[in-house]
């Protein structure tokens, strides 16, 4: 199910929240009644993976509860298995597949496995878990508190990543307590700005992206249509990601849970360290804890530092997706950050900060490229083209939608309030606030139901 569908919007949200909060006196009942409705948000795409889901909550529960009584090592090296090979099996198959046949010259017909939504997701909150209980750093929680830890429909598709020690222990707090009403509308404003992002900005910047990526498949594209293509795409991961976190977010709010920060205006970064720390910030908390300094971190010196800086965002761009750009894109960001740790250290100079954004920038743009691109022949077309390789006149006669709507993405990434300091900070005694974030609802309504709904982007990570 789609947070931007009427169906969701209509019907599902307006039930759950009312059924939620005739339960709140109940923490078992209104425990029950979300994780009933998270496996129907989840089953509602295809209801086959459902015992997937159930399975790996499951095991991982029981994993969580053999550290007591097994060796903790054992348990965690089983617990971090189970959890890879299930992305291994669904995601990763294919890929890892039809590589060994191209390395060897031989074929392979893809098997098509289905990949589950939000696999990525819940198996690394899960392996958070386990690596916490192995340190001591986490208790053994009840079944029904975690499955709905794992499994609460606001961040199972497609993130935040949460640890279980940012969101159980809010789940005793009881419902109708002070601030209920400033908690929902807060929540609501933040889920009316995430759709606008998506709905608004988001999908209009990808009507520009895909037939100009699609286009540069065939033949070379300007560097006027290449720059243009690579700042929708640009705008277009941002605004849908950040969108779907800000939805999250917004929703949980409603039911009276605070998820963590996912996004913090990334685009104004002036520095690649800086870009991580405000992108997919959970992500980056995830791969810096558990395996950027298990891999050693700063400990070992600048060359051991960079060596895990490079694999730590390698493995984060295998995460991303099962194909070769992905893991190119995740290594260029790893010796970005490692060049930027030893200029940091070594040079002495520091850049304007105008510099470091403008220098970040172009990094960032160059990589998205990757990122997009279906294959390396797209990409290195494309990156030609946006450095003269390919000429520098001429664009299309026509776009996908006005490339004006760049210009509106820009203002909103790089100047003004983030989403969490509009919705999360700002007062509430002005009626036009009301009255703008009721508009701005209902607006989406009409528009996700006057099209084909939208998937994410990252629902197929």
């Known amino acids: 199910m789609l947070f931007n569908s009427q169906l969701f919007l209509l019907l599902f949200l307006p039930v759950t929240l009312i059924a939620y909060y005739a339960f709140a006196g109940s923490r078992a009942r209104r425990e029950w009644l979300l994780i009933a ?6 089953g509602y795409w295809d209801y086959r993976l459902v015992p997937l889901l159930v399975g790996s909550i499951a095991a991982n529960w029981i994993l969580a509860h053999a550290f007591r009584a097994a060796n903790a090592r054992l348990v965690l090296v089983l617990g971090v298995a189970l959890n890879l090979s299930l992305i291994g099996v669904f ?7 039809g590589s060994l046949a191209w390395v060897l010259g031989a074929q392979h017909s893809p098997w098509n496995i289905i990949l589950p939504l939000g696999i990525s997701f819940f198996t690394f909150q899960q392996i958070s878990y386990l690596a916490d209980r192995y340190r001591g750093e986490a208790p053994v929680y009840g079944f029904r508190e975690y499955f709905l830890y794992v499994s609460f429909f606001p961040q199972l598709i497609a993130g935040p990543i949460v640890r279980h020690n940012e969101l159980i222990f809010q789940l005793e707090l009881p419902p109708l307590r002070k601030g209920l009403y400033e908690r929902l509308s807060r929540g609501a404003t933040l889920l009316a700005i995430g759709l606008v992002k998506k709905v608004f900005i988001a999908d209009t910047a990808a009507r520009i992206a895909d037939p100009l990526f699609a286009s540069a498949g065939a033949a070379a594209l300007s560097m006027i249509d290449a720059w243009v293509a690579t700042a929708a795409f640009t705008f277009q991961i941002y605004f849908d990601f950040s969108g779907y976190s800000d939805m999250a977010i917004g929703l949980a709010l409603m039911f009276g849970l605070t998820l963590p920060v996912n996004f913090n205006v990334p685009y104004r970064a ?8 405000r992108w997919h910030i959970t992500l980056s908390h995830f791969l810096r804890d558990y395996l950027y300094i298990p891999f050693g971190g700063r400990r070992h010196g600048k060359l051991m530092q960079s060596a895990a800086l490079t694999l730590t965002m390698f493995l984060g761009g295998l995460w991303h997706g099962a194909g070769w750009t992905f893991v190119v894109w995740g290594l260029m960001h790893g010796l970005g950050l490692a060049v930027h740790a030893w200029w940091s250290r070594l040079s002495g100079i520091v850049l304007p900060e105008w510099a470091g954004w403008a220098l970040t920038m172009v990094f960032v743009m160059t990589g998205w490229v990757l990122f997009r691109a279906p294959d390396f022949p797209t990409a290195m077309s494309i990156l030609a083209s946006m450095f003269g390789g390919n000429g520098f006149a001429g664009a299309a006669s026509a776009y996908g ?26 007062g509430y005694d002005r009626p036009w606030v009301a009255f703008a974030v009721a ?3 209902t607006l989406s309504v009409i528009m996700v139901g006057s099209r084909l709904h939208s998937e994410f982007i990252y629902f197929q990570f």
């Open 401 to 426: 939608a006005h490339p004006a709507i760049l210009v509106l993405a820009a203002g909103v990434a790089l100047i003004g309030p983030s989403s969490q300091a509009a919705a999360l900070e700002r």
């Open 439 to 441: 508009s701005a609802l």
């Open 37 to 42: 409705a998270s496996l129907i948000f989840y």
């Open 91 to 97: 995601k990763y198959a294919d890929f890892f597949a």
């Open 270 to 277: 002036a520095s690649i360290r800086e870009f991580w720390r």
